[in-house]
């Protein structure tokens, strides 16, 4: 059985601003752009990875919305948490971020198994 996706928002699209770096706001709409692709690789034994993935997303966007100026890339954020010394407090915005970074790197892991041929689902994992 085939998945065909077409993500209308893609990571590739996301213009960097020189300095400035990631644009936090395009950067949240291609992360929740991945969410129906857990749902169709499998709701069950995604369904952990979707709540953590989720789960990260948020906390970074409400971090984003208290300030859409100030917070406008996410080193922004980041370097705010960091100068505020809550960086590594637990369910930090920059603390989401890692974890989100993490999720992305393991799905890519995933995908790029199953587009090499793997079938077995849990081996591709």
Request: aromatic share 8%; charged share 25%.
């Amino acid at each position: 059985q085939s998945v065909l996706l077409v993500l209308d928002t893609r990571f590739s699209d996301i213009e960097l601003q020189e300095e400035e770096g990631i644009p936090t706001e395009k950067f949240l709409e291609s992360c929740y752009a991945i969410v129906p692709v857990l749902d169709k690789l499998g709701p069950t034994v995604f369904a952990p990875v979707k709540m953590d993935f989720v789960g990260n997303i948020k906390k970074i966007n409400q971090k984003f919305i208290t300030d859409k100026e100030e917070f406008d890339t996410l080193q922004k954020i980041v370097l705010h948490e960091v100068n505020a010394g809550v960086a590594q407090v637990r369910n930090s915005a920059t603390e989401a971020l890692l974890w989100l970074k993490r999720g992305l790197k393991f799905l890519k892991g995933f995908l790029t198994e199953v587009k090499n041929g793997e079938k077995n689902i849990q081996t591709a994992l």
